[in-house]
């Protein structure tokens, strides 16, 4: 196997060779091609999964930082007249007016910054995204403990992990394997604008670890009465670790002590 050019580690190339998994993504993006919206596709590369995606979605941009292969894209989909390929970073990009997915093989080393503007850019339906397993399993609560950033978004997004892909499915094959993650933003949110302020509030006062554990740290700003309700509520053990605690019952923490 060649070794990957010092482009290619710089830009965490890892292009997916799996087709099969290529074609789980796109089903999992676009589980309706009758009302699929405008799909948007992270780091196209060679084009592995813009074909499958281009044969589910009404519409599609993929977005290709490398500009060696913007020219090979653009000649592949010629005939494609829904589908444009855009030559530049994602995450420069501006969110389209209408709602959208977002899907892709995504740049390991870039993963955090394409969720974070995943997670805030308005008219977001969901987004379908292949990442480290690791990173995969530990956002949607896969080893039993969940993170702050899944906990604070929760109202608003689900998080899901919804499928693996081994590292052999990659060309080059990275060190680790591969985990499809789907964030999927609710019709509806669960706290409207000003509970969710609170929600933050609370969430991030918890995860803190001021006091050595979540029951001590909440105690700092409620009264130890009120938390011993909220953990009853919650059906929690006072000595539970913050991490072990999973959205639902953050929820029922945050219906006894919201202000």
């Known amino acids: 196997m060649a070794r990957p050019s010092s482009r290619a580690r710089t830009l965490s190339q890892n292009f997916l060779a799996d087709r099969a998994a290529a074609e789980r993504l796109a089903r999992l993006a676009v589980p309706d091609p009758r009302t699929a919206p405008l ?13 499958p995606l281009a044969r589910r979605a009404r ?15 653009r000649a592949r ?3 494609a007249p829904h589908v444009r390929v855009v030559g530049g970073d994602f995450l420069a990009a501006r969110p389209p007016r209408t709602p959208y997915s977002v899907a892709g093989n995504v740049p390991f080393s870039r993963t955090a910054d394409i969720v974070d503007w995943c997670l805030t ?3 977001l339906t969901d987004a379908t995204l292949l990442t480290q397993l ?31 892909v081994s590292r052999y499915g990659f060309r080059p094959a ?26 933050r509030r609370l ?11 979540l029951h001590a740290s909440l105690r700092r ?19 539970v670790l913050v991490g072990e605690v999973a959205p639902a019952r953050w929820l029922r923490l945050y219906e006894v002590l919201a202000p």
């Open 39 to 51: 799909v948007l596709e992270v780091g196209a590369g060679k084009g592995a999964l813009t074909e």
């Open 59 to 73: 519409e599609l941009t993929a977005y290709e930082i490398d500009p060696r292969f913007v020219a090979g894209l």
């Open 77 to 79: 989909f010629a005939r």
């Open 121 to 123: 850019a308005p008219g």
């Open 134 to 164: 690791e990173y995969a399993r530990k956002r949607t609560g896969d080893y039993g403990r969940w993170t702050l950033l899944t906990v604070t978004t929760w109202p608003r997004h689900e998080w899901r992990l919804a499928g693996r």
């Open 174 to 199: 990275p060190r680790v394997d591969a985990g499809i993650i789907r964030i999927e933003r609710r019709p509806a949110p669960l706290l409207d604008a000003r509970a969710y302020r609170d929600w």
């Open 203 to 213: 969430v991030e006062l918890g995860f803190s670890g001021v006091g050595g554990s």
């Open 221 to 239: 700003e409620h009264p130890g009465r009120r938390v011993d309700a909220a953990f009853r509520a919650a059906r929690l053990d006072p000595g």
